[in-house]
């Protein structure tokens, strides 16, 4: 039995113990987007913390400053840096930076979880575990904890030496992350030679994948102003520029139902397609049935699938959002809405740059809106990240699919997807490393939904696969 095996075979039999682990960080409600629910962020990094320590490795807890939210001022989580070096030859092993997020979305019963969203609850039928931060991302997060655990178990060495930055703010927007990985990407990140992130999911339920890319977005509000204050529409209904039908008139132009994007100049920005690409989305394992399933309703524009895969994660999209301003509560209320603001964005992807989309949608509107003939104002802002590639043929890569194959039997397919992480981009380029995304759970997990769930199988071999990986990357050139 060779040293890998004997880890993954003690992963095995640490099976309750590792869904305990798992349970115990589910309970601690770690909210971040609620002041109410703050302390149990910190109360998450100081758990995180003893664990790691407990671990042997370094762990220190890193001050952020404060916030304004709900209203007050508030304490911004902190952010663990962590270090583990390997105990021998550490300064000729490689050194690999582990991210994670130990923060989770919002979530009561009342939303429709048919059990308590802290309670870890294991449904034997279906051999799931359900409960908030179970894949997104706590489940990933406990399985480097637990690929650390068992190496020490069995008494071996770690291949590699590894840095861990935790983070309790990215489901609240990073605040304040991007500068500290600035500030400190000369020593804490000195000497980093790969990065490896597990905070994303399978294309589907049946075949693992690589993520070596993420849409980035540009995000805009567009006001339209016209009177002082609301009128009576059975008073000026008809007698006045209503910023509600200019508002609607201008995003009727921007994108058409069939998802084709109308401002002038932005496909000529997309990268062009190339024969290697193209073949990767043929040779992905999905079917039109799994967006099916996971819209609840047969709603594809198209009946194509790699034109569709293609439309996720290689080509813009723009989506309208919604109008702030405006009536919507229930009942009628014949109001003229003196200012709405309509609020859109565009998923970016190579080579789009967020500033350039920006000026060319800012022009057009302008150009649109003046069309109307309209006495009402127009102002439009916008605001983005840029996307992220990286090389798939790297060895950190390479490394990622034969431990793969060693775990799950079958060569991950190579995906990009429709999402962001903008400290994957961050970290890109400020440490200018190859960076990973690997993902432990399934495209049905609900991350961010009811009933968020991670099959104990996933979790079980995702944690083999993020130890064979460590094992697969030292031996990489």
């Not at 962020?41 to 916030?67: C, I, N, R, S």
């Not at 339209?224 to 039908?245: K, R, Y």
């Not at 003939?373 to 990622?400: F, L, M, Q």
């Not at 759970?441 to 099959?455: C, L, M, P, Q, V």
Request: proline content about 5%; glycine content about 8%; some cysteine.
């Amino acid at each position: 039995m060779t040293s890998i095996d004997q880890v993954l075979q003690k992963i095995d039999q640490n099976k309750e113990k590792l869904i305990a682990r798992l349970a115990e960080a589910v309970e601690i409600p770690s909210v971040s987007g609620d002041a109410a629910y703050r302390k149990h962020v910190f109360e998450m990094a100081d758990w995180l913390k003893a664990q790691l320590e407990k671990l042997g490795a370094t762990a220190e807890l890193k001050p952020l400053g404060k916030q304004n939210l709900d209203g007050q001022e508030i304490e911004l989580p902190p952010v663990i840096f962590s270090d583990l070096k390997a105990k021998t030859d550490a300064d000729k092993k490689k050194t690999i930076l582990i991210y994670g997020h130990f923060d989770v979305q919002p979530a009561l019963k009342s939303d429709g979880w048919n059990s308590e969203p802290f309670k870890l609850v294991h449904d034997e039928k279906t051999g799931r575990l359900y409960g908030r931060g179970s894949t997104d991302d706590k489940g990933p997060v406990i399985g480097w904890l637990n690929v650390i655990e068992a190496h020490q178990q069995v008494g071996l060495d770690l291949p590699v030496n590894l840095k861990f930055c935790f983070e309790g703010m990215e489901e609240s927007s990073s605040v304040g992350l991007d500068d500290l990985i600035r500030k400190h990407k000369n020593d804490f990140f000195t000497g980093v030679d790969a990065i490896c992130i597990s905070d994303n999911y399978w294309l589907g339920t049946k075949k693992p994948c690589l993520t070596h890319g993420l849409r980035g977005i540009t995000y805009f509000k567009l006001r339209i102003s016209g009177p002082q204050a609301d009128l009576h529409s059975g008073v000026f209904g008809g007698m006045v520029h209503e910023p509600m039908t200019d508002l609607f008139a201008v995003m009727s132009k921007l994108v058409t139902p069939q998802g084709e994007i109308l401002v002038p100049g932005i496909n000529e920005l997309v990268a062009p397609l190339t024969s290697e690409e193209a073949q990767r989305f043929d040779n992905m394992e999905y079917a039109l049935t799994d967006l099916h399933s996971a819209t609840g309703k047969d709603v594809a524009i198209n009946d194509d699938k790699a034109k569709t895969l293609m439309a996720r994660m290689r080509y813009p999209s723009l989506s309208l959002h919604g109008v702030e301003g405006a009536f919507s509560a229930p009942g009628a209320k014949t109001v003229i809405c003196a200012s709405v603001i309509g609020k859109f964005s565009i998923r970016l992807v190579p080579d789009m740059k967020p500033e350039k989309v920006i000026s060319l949608v800012q022009d057009y509107v302008q150009k649109e809106f003046a069309k109307l003939g309209s006495k009402n104002t127009v102002h439009i802002e916008g605001e983005g990240g840029a996307p992220w590639y990286a090389d798939p043929n790297h060895w950190n890569y390479v490394a990622a699919a034969k431990a793969t194959k060693k775990i799950y039997g079958v060569e991950p397919d190579l995906t990009r997807e429709g999402g962001s992480i903008p400290v994957a981009l961050t970290f890109s380029e400020e440490l200018q490393k190859n960076l990973l995304l690997l993902p432990m759970g399934r495209g049905d997990d609900g991350a961010h939904s009811t009933n968020e769930k991670i099959d104990i199988s996933n979790y079980i071999e995702g944690t083999k696969l993020l130890g064979t990986y460590l094992h697969e990357v030292a031996a990489a050139s």
